[in-house]
């Protein structure tokens, strides 16, 4: 049996009820909301969280939200910042219009009352997202979603490990919010890393985390998670790739392999390393794809991933907006 993260998410809104779900399939409830801006903090040189809040129908949509899922923004008619605010390497590209929608999955979502809130950890690297930067409380927002399928948790699993890859860790830290509360015998433990401690989509001064620390970051702290932290310059944390980091540890603790499942997302080569990892451990194993998306529905095609059909030979094309984002590693053919 395979469980569902709707039922998890029901749990955090206290007046939905708590439901199994046995399928992979997206939330049947979908579309277009309007969400209004609570905050957007600047959290690092590139990387900013914002703040939403759903009323009403988004409201309902977004409270069955499930880690790994995401939801497209209209960022066309946001405000650019002013130039003087406007990073030299994007001083170009930002003046081009913003004609398709931008996917985004969320980092934390809550339910209160006839309320869902959600928060986003972006990193500004073109027109929408530097747009993005602009938005104040008060602002609205319109969000299509929540689309995709989102991660789950197989049967028998007593060990969940994250392997997050810069900005891959967003929707980890909310699959870690969710394992600890809604699965509390599921060990988890986190791995975080990028090229250099700047990159990482983190509050706080990695380096002196990691040299007090020695490993863990506040972001899976606080919900009881273990993290180590890898950097390909060693300015924080392990020094070197973080796949590298995950197989030393493994190496060493030795866990049992029928009971773990890997959860990764972040760039490509590093998911196929991780789908690397688990072929040769014989660990069940999830990645979450990121493809340019034009609809994000299923309709224009643009996101196609190469995937061996039914575990033969024999590749198919299938959507990472509708089929992912969050794919059986043994299922994707990595070029
Ligand atoms: C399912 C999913 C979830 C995502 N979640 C987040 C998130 O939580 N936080 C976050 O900051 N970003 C996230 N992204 C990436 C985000 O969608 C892009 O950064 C966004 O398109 C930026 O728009 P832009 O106009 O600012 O830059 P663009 O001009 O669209 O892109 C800037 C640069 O990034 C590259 N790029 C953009 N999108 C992708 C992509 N999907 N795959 C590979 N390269 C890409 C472009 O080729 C270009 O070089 C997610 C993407 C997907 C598919
Ligand atoms: S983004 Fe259009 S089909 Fe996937």
Redo the contacts with the bound molecule.
């Keep these: 049996m395979v469980l569902r993260f709707s039922k998890v998410c029901f749990r955090h809104a206290e007046s939905l009820s708590v439901k199994v779900m046995s399928e992979k399939k997206s939330s049947p409830v979908k579309g277009p909301f309007c969400a209004a801006v609570r905050s957007n903090k600047r959290i690092g040189e590139r990387f900013y969280r914002l703040g939403l809040e759903f009323t009403g129908a988004g409201a309902t949509a977004f409270g069955r939200f499930r880690p790994g899922q995401?939801a497209e923004f209209d960022?066309s008619a946001v405000a650019l910042p002013p130039r003087e605010k406007i990073p030299e390497d994007l001083a170009d590209?930002c003046q081009?219009n913003?004609l398709l929608r931008?996917?985004?999955?969320?980092?934390d979502v809550s339910a209160e009352k006839n309320k869902t809130f959600a928060e986003?950890?972006?990193?500004?690297?073109?027109?929408?997202?530097?747009?993005?930067t602009t938005l104040a409380a008060g602002d609205s927002v319109n969000v299509m979603g929540p689309l995709?399928n989102g991660f789950w948790v197989p049967d028998g699993k007593k060990r969940a490990f994250l392997i997050c890859g810069g900005?891959g860790a967003?929707?980890l830290q909310i699959l870690a919010k969710v394992l600890t509360k809604d699965f509390p015998d599921i060990e988890v433990i986190a791995f975080a890393g990028a090229k250099t401690a700047k990159d990482l989509?983190f509050e706080g001064r990695l380096d002196e985390i990691s040299q007090q620390l020695g490993f863990s970051l506040p972001e899976f702290a606080k919900y009881g998670v273990n993290s180590q932290l890898a950097t390909d310059d060693g300015s924080a944390g392990f020094k070197g790739m973080v796949t590298d980091c995950f197989k030393q540890w493994f190496d060493k603790a030795n866990p049992a392999r029928e009971r773990s499942v890997i959860y990764a997302c972040g760039p490509?080569q590093m998911l196929a390393k991780v789908a690397e990892i688990a072929k040769e451990k014989n660990i069940d194993c999830q990645i979450?794809?990121?493809?340019?998306?034009a609809c994000g529905i299923g309709i224009c095609q643009s996101?196609a991933i190469l995937c061996r059909a039914n575990g033969s030979n024999e590749t198919v094309y299938k959507l990472?907006?509708e089929d992912?984002?969050v794919f059986d590693s043994k299922e994707v053919v990595f070029n």
């Design positions: 995401f960022l590209v081009r913003i931008r996917p985004f999955a969320f980092v986003l950890l972006y990193s500004v690297v073109g027109p929408a997202s530097l747009r993005m995709g900005m967003p929707p989509p490509e979450s794809m990121e493809r340019r998306m996101c990472c907006c992912g984002p």
